[in-house]
């Protein structure tokens, strides 16, 4: 069974950082392309960055450009989220997912960010 678990949100001042991890259980996440997305109440969810497995590379949605980082560790079978300079705006549940293909195949339950002003 396919599980990818988020875990490291909060609450933070604005300004401050945060650093979200996704860890798989049940697929090797280096084969696969790995994103985070974002869902604020009453909105839709949001591509927020993402890592190809195939000559890694980075791309981030313009909101987040030069503060996210999203990086890997295949030794740990996890995909993780540096976020600083944090805003309201990223206020949100955020969700790592796993695919191929410009597909998003897998899906974790998603972990709260917070950023009071």
Do not use: H
Not at 17 to 27: F, I, M, V, Y
Not at 60 to 65: E, G, H, I, Q, S
């Amino acid at each position: 069974q396919v599980q990818l678990v988020e875990s490291g949100g909060g609450l933070v001042q604005a300004g401050g950082s945060l650093r979200l991890s996704c860890t798989a259980s049940g697929l090797t996440l280096s084969n696969y392309a790995v994103a985070w997305f974002r869902q604020a109440p009453g909105k839709e969810r949001d591509f927020v960055a993402g890592i190809r497995y195939i000559l890694p590379s980075t791309y981030y949605a313009d909101p987040v450009k030069g503060r996210f980082t999203i990086s890997r560790d295949n030794a740990k079978n996890s995909v993780y989220l540096e976020m600083n300079s944090l805003q309201s705006e990223d206020t949100a549940v955020y969700y790592c997912t796993a695919g191929l293909g410009g597909r998003y195949d897998f899906w974790g339950q998603g972990t709260q960010v917070t950023v009071s002003s």
